[in-house]
């Protein structure tokens, strides 16, 4: 059974960082695709960082160059560094594992909620 646990999140202002966490049982994080997911109010979830078995990373144009993912194979822990954070990154966060179209695969964990202030 795949468990999720994200943490990290926070209220920060606008221009400041935070790093997400998940640490997750189940599945062993660096033979799967994963992903980093946000849900904001009224909209739907959607994908902000994949990172492929191989280390293929991608990110919406929303993101790119701000949101870093990446992983710790030893600990099986997915991260999500984000940087220069606007008002439009409030959002619950997730990780999840994917498949090659960004798609999630599974159940969800709790999330992390970020709350940016402007």
């Known amino acids: 059974q795949v468990q999720l646990v994200e943490s990290g999140g926070g209220l920060v202002q606008a221009g400041g960082s935070l790093r997400l966490s998940c640490v997750v049982s189940?599945?062993?994080?660096?033979?799967?695709?994963m992903g980093w997911y946000r849900q904001a109010p009224g909209k739907q979830r959607e994908l902000v960082a994949g990172?492929?078995?191989?280390?293929?990373?991608k990110y919406p144009e929303s993101v790119k160059g701000r949101f870093t993912i990446a992983r710790d194979n030893a600990k099986n822990t997915m991260y999500l560094q984000m940087n220069s954070l606007k008002p439009e990154d409030t959002a619950v966060y997730y990780c999840?594992?994917?498949?090659?179209?960004?798609?999630?695969?599974?159940?969800w964990g709790q999330g992390t909620q970020v709350t940016v202030s402007s």
């Open positions: 999840n594992r994917m498949n090659n179209y960004g798609i999630p695969i599974g159940s």
């Open positions: 189940g599945i062993i994080v660096r033979l799967n695709d």
């Open positions: 990172i492929t078995s191989d280390g293929h990373t």
